[in-house]
């Protein structure tokens, strides 16, 4: 396998890392990345791309500052199901934009193809099953469980960057592993509906 090879992998799997954590917080693996190139520990040029803001003090002030307000935003019950509405098509294109940033420096079509398809088929699946999550937390407590839901996913988020940040092939085989459960899961009362009718 060569090098370039290597550093594909490499940035994928740091990407889909970063793009599941985006399922949980829109704005908080943008921002830690923006920390990762600023302390200068990622091994991506992003000097002349449209991705160079990432590095900038302005960008990690406003990110930064995007990420504090929406996770305390969560801690309100029932404006964070309405939040989830706003969260899901932000949570897909965060998604997109940081699998394509880790694989800045391939192959462009490469790098949108596998961004849209894996980055934001990852963020969004992992938004879509905290959704529904928090829609039972509300009906089954009114709300009150609510903030504690939501301090679970700004944990699964933080710790899923740092793994995807620190060590990206474990990020991706707990990814994987996780989504193999999210669709099982929605395949197994089909599947057993279908045994029935026969």
Do not use: C
């Amino acid at each position: 396998m060569d090098i370039d090879s290597v550093r594909f992998i490499m940035g994928a799997s740091t990407g889909i890392g970063l793009a599941a954590a985006s399922g949980f917080r829109v704005f908080l693996p943008p921002f830690l990345l923006s920390v990762w190139f600023k302390l200068g520990l990622m091994d991506v040029d992003l000097e002349g791309s449209d991705f160079e803001f990432l590095s900038s003090d302005m960008s990690l002030i406003v990110m930064g500052s995007a990420s504090l307000m929406e996770i305390l935003a969560y801690k309100v019950p029932f404006l964070d199901n309405a939040l989830d509405a706003v969260a899901t098509p932000l949570a897909g294109l965060a998604g997109v934009t940081v699998v394509a940033i880790t694989l800045q420096g391939t192959d462009p079509a490469i790098q949108w193809a596998f961004a849209i398809i894996a980055g934001g088929s990852t963020s969004i699946g992992i938004q879509s099953a905290t959704v529904a999550g928090r829609g039972l937390s509300s009906v089954a407590s009114l709300g009150v469980a609510n903030p504690i839901f939501s301090v679970v996913e700004d944990i699964f988020s933080l710790l899923i960057v740092l793994i995807a940040l620190l060590a990206p092939f474990l990020a991706l085989i707990g990814i994987l592993f996780a989504l193999g459960i999210l669709v099982r899961r929605r395949l197994g009362p089909v599947r057993t509906e279908t045994g029935h009718g026969h």
